[in-house]
């Protein structure tokens, strides 16, 4: 996740238009390794949108992450109109850089429309605003575990994070279970003038793009955890491999978000998890499911 502040983040989801699909997206100076999958997520979903009616939001995405993302070079992203209908449209999308695709999500868009209504409840989560902030827990870790502490970076980020369940599996004592559950938001409540910022793009779109962005951050962990006693974690390879959301309803970002998650399966050197996202007053919003890649490159210890 992006090193800095909300106005950060927020230039890094404005786009140069190319032409009437062609967008370039860039990631934050200095970023080293790979490009962040909900960055380059979120760029895709906002390219996808500015081809779309306002008026039709997004509501299901499916992704695949590629190849690692250069850092040092700009993203291309090709939208392709598949199909408009009179109350859905698709689009596919594909992310170049230096010539090779790194990324592709298939989108679907539709009209605003009421129907039946039924939604899985909220879990019971500690109130956010009574927990430790992520300053504190960082701090704790660190003092705690020094060692494995040493490998992260602390830098701040545009993003709160609450933890309502235990720290990372990389900082537990041992094996635990496939869950996670976290409260997050931005640091700072979002002004109308930087929304306008976006030009032909409705508020909730950003925040659309910004939500998708924050829930590749913790996903990947769960499946994780219950094997946090034989990770060995210089030995590891691990990244996203697909990624699926569906929204159900519009949330801002800028207030809490619950993001319940478990992992019911790791095989074949592939974790897979799931998550719910709920609003403060516990409206599900979205879902999620994604897959990673956990590649053991040298032998666990037995």
């Not at 109350?87 to 009421?114: K, L």
């Not at 019971?124 to 575990?145: I, K």
């Not at 979002?190 to 962005?213: K, Q, R």
Request: glycine fraction near 6%; proline fraction near 9%.
């Amino acid at each position: 996740m992006l090193r800095g502040n909300v106005p950060a983040l927020l230039d890094l989801l404005h786009l140069e238009r190319i032409d009437s699909n062609l967008y370039l997206g860039r990631s934050p100076e200095g970023r080293e390794g790979r490009v962040y999958g909900g960055q380059v997520a979120a760029q895709a979903t906002l390219a996808a949108q500015r081809t779309v009616d306002p008026g039709w939001p997004i509501h299901s995405l499916h992704a695949y992450f590629l190849r690692p993302g250069d850092p040092r070079r700009p993203i291309l992203y090709l939208v392709e109109r598949i199909r408009d209908g009179r109350s859905f449209a698709t689009r596919r999308i594909v992310a170049h850089q230096a010539g090779r695709a790194v990324y592709s999500m298939d989108a679907s868009f539709q009209v605003r429309e009421q129907g039946l209504h039924h939604e899985a409840p909220m879990p019971e989560a500690h109130d956010p605003d009574r927990l430790p902030h992520q300053r504190e827990v960082h701090a704790e870790m660190r003092r705690q575990y020094p060692e494995q502490a040493a490998r992260w970076d602390w830098a701040p980020r545009p993003f709160d994070f609450r933890w309502a369940s235990e720290s990372w599996p990389e900082f537990a004592d041992g094996p635990r279970e496939p869950e996670l559950t976290c409260w997050f938001r931005l640091t700072r409540p979002l002004a109308p003038s930087e929304l306008a910022a976006f030009n032909d793009l409705p508020g909730s779109a950003v925040h659309t793009a910004l939500l998708v962005y924050a829930s590749d951050h913790t996903i990947l962990d769960t499946a994780l955890r219950p094997h946090a006693d034989r990770i060995d974690w210089d030995g590891m390879q691990i990244a996203s491999l697909d990624h699926a959301m569906w929204f159900h309803d519009e949330a801002p970002v800028d207030d809490w978000i619950l993001y319940q998650q478990d992992a019911p399966s790791s095989a074949a050197t592939r974790g897979l998890g799931r998550g719910s996202l709920y609003t403060r007053d516990g409206r599900l919003i979205a879902s999620a499911i994604q897959e990673s890649l956990m590649r053991q490159l040298s032998p666990p210890d037995p």
